[in-house]
């Protein structure tokens, strides 16, 4: 069995005001993302500016971050609205949901299209490759705080969780780093190292985001205020199951419009 390391969810203060590792590790997801963005943007030219980069980055913070927050909210602690709605801004306390994230986040692209001149999946296309290092920051977050732990195993790599009881239990956090951060960058900086068809970078990022999270929640202990759904599955695999969807017909779109390529 596994030691869980029991590190301080506050980083530091500054004064009085204490800095939590969550909120940084999504800063460190942000700042990567943002200057792999303009690495990508300045050795291998996809029709975007330095400029462009920076509105760019700026545009996905803000709504993954709004929409994070919202989602979580409405997917998976809805009753927060009735008992303490001051609760929803709090959002160093942990609490954001990825569905919610890329919602605000695709929002955002919506808007941005006016802006860039660039079509909606040319964007996505674009930031695609860079989004699984917010994703990894965002599950050592979970993992320093001590939430999204996994379900009871007697699996010699299970640890005790503070929070999870005295059983050991998988370290889904760990699992959905090395699944959702690391191995979901490699294969989408790898693919889109070389121009692809228009939408095909935005849908293999779908298909694979959505196949990981659901074997992740397979080690995933269910959100106790929401427990199992329908034949058994999670929140998380049920919200992810469109994004499989979405991310075989953009595949499928995009190899009968080879022409179309960015």
Sequence with gaps: ML?????????????FWPVYWYGLMYLVGFLVGWGLLSLRTRYSPRGFTQDEVSDIAFYAALGA??????GYI?????????SNPLLIFQVWKGGMSFHGGLLGVLIAMVVLTKKTQQSFLALTDFIAPVVP??????????????????????????????????????????????MEGVLLFLILIIFSWKPRPLGAVSGLFALCYGVFRCIAEFFREPDVQIGYLFWGMTEGQLLS???ILVGVVLLVWSCKNRAIAV
């Design 133 to 178: 290092i917010g994703l990894g920051a965002g599950r050592i977050g979970n993992f320093i705080n001590d939430e999204l732990w996994g379900r009871v195993t007697d699996a010699s790599w299970g640890m005790i969780f503070p929070n999870g009881g005295p059983l050991p239990r998988h370290p889904s956090q760990l699992y959905e780093f090395s």
């Design 65 to 70: 971050i709004i929409g994070g927050r919202l």
């Design 74 to 82: 409405l997917f998976y602690d809805w009753h927060v609205l009735f």
């Design 3 to 15: 030691t869980y390391p029991m590190i301080n969810p506050i980083a530091f203060h500054i004064i």
């Design 241 to 243: 199951l469109p994004l």
